[in-house]
Structures are given as structure tokens and as C-alpha cells.
């Protein structure tokens, strides 16, 4: 659970709380916490690199409709 906390939105915030209260070592936190932003990192930039390359194929399949217009 603690490796997902960066994906659900307020849990980001809240979970470090929520955790910090239970009886979770600081060490098993900090190792699941590191491999949760490890892995938000990957998925972020691989969503943000799938969508530019979408936006660069689209783009270029309406360029030729820009050269029609000038």
C-alpha cells in the first residue's frame, strides 16, 4: 500500500500521516516509500513520452492542411 500512495490523489498527503501513526519501522517506510516514487517516476514520464509522441502523430497528420491555408 505504501508503494501506491503517489497514484491515488490526497493519499499522497494523508498516507504519510496515516502510516507515521501505525507501527511501520521507519526503515520498511522509507524502502516502500523510495520504491513508490521510483515507480510514479517511470509511469509519469512513460504517460508524458506516450502522449507527446500521440500529439506528434497527429500534428503531423493535419500539417498538410496548414500548408493548404497560407
Known amino acids: 500500500m505504501i508503494a ?4 491515488v ?3 499522497r498527503t494523508i498516507g504519510g500521516v496515516a502510516i ?3 507501527e ?4 520498511r517506510f522509507t524502502l ?3 520504491i513508490g516514487a521510483m515507480l510514479w517516476a ?3 514520464g512513460f504517460l508524458g513520452f506516450l502522449c507527446g509522441h500521440v500529439l506528434e502523430l497527429i500534428l503531423g497528420e493535419i500539417k498538410h492542411l496548414e500548408l ?3
Open 4 to 7: 501506491g500512495l503517489p497514484f
Open 9 to 11: 490523489p490526497g493519499f
Open 20 to 22: 507515521g501513526m501505525s
Open 24 to 27: 511501520v519501522s521507519a526503515g
Open 32 to 34: 516502500l516509500n523510495l
Open 42 to 44: 517511470v509511469v509519469i
Open 68 to 70: 493548404t491555408f497560407r
